[in-house]
């Protein structure tokens, strides 16, 4: 049984950092690349930032380059978002997504249950 588990959410200053981490189990995690989506209340999912497989090369959106940085261990099975320079727009449920990437996993797509961002003062 597949299982992507987020933790590192909370409340934060505008200005503040924070990291987000995504445990994975039941994958090969090497083979997924990793995702960070959010939601915001009244908007619709948007694609935060993504890590590929096997390159490691990332991308991200607009609105967070310069600011989040998405990083994996593939030895940990985890993937990270570090968020700095927070925002209030940055408020959101952010959800972690694995999709399969090489042959035997593609088609493959995995969601956490998600972990709530709040900046505010």
């Known amino acids: 049984q597949v299982q992507l588990v987020e933790s590192g959410g909370g409340l934060v200053q505008p200005g503040g950092s924070l990291r987000l981490s995504c445990a994975a189990s039941?994958?090969?995690?090497?083979?997924?690349?990793m995702s960070w989506y959010r939601q915001a209340p009244g908007k619709e999912r948007e694609l935060v930032a993504t890590?590929?497989?096997?390159?490691?090369?990332?991308n991200y959106a607009d609105s967070v380059k310069g600011r989040f940085t998405i990083s994996r261990d593939n030895a940990k099975s985890t993937v990270y978002l570090q968020m700095n320079s927070l925002n209030p727009e940055d408020t959101a449920v952010y959800y972690c997504n694995a999709r399969g990437a090489r042959s035997g996993t593609r088609g493959n797509d995995y969601w956490g249950q998600g972990t709530q961002v709040t900046v505010s003062s």
């Open positions: 039941g994958l090969f995690f090497s083979f997924y690349a």
């Open positions: 890590i590929a497989s096997p390159s490691d090369s990332t």
